[in-house]
């Protein structure tokens, strides 16, 4: 599957659950060729979501939140992923 199709899926995950004010995904796989996850064909992502939702969560509860949005995901398309979610402001 190619980097576009899972960026795709991560978009879609995400825009569902939270209706972002801001989303960005960068895909950096290409960074990671050689590295053990890149080999089991999962790929590096950073994320940068801002969203209503994030209101009056730590960065922690942020970070479960976007794992539980992006689900099966999480076990298969995507190896390393890098989170920045906050709250508009």
């Given at each position: ?12 995950r ?18 990671h ?29 942020r ?27």
């Open positions: 599957m190619s980097g576009t199709d899972r960026e795709r899926r991560l978009r879609a995400l825009t569902a659950a939270f209706a972002p004010r801001e989303l960005t995904i960068v895909d950096e796989s290409h960074l060729v050689g590295h053990a996850g890149a080999a089991g064909d999962g790929g590096h992502f950073r994320i940068h979501i801002v969203a209503d939702a994030f209101a009056g969560l730590t960065p922690v509860a970070h479960r939140r976007v794992y539980e949005a992006l689900g099966d995901l999480m076990s298969g398309e995507v190896h390393a992923l890098s989170i920045d979610a906050r709250p508009p402001g």
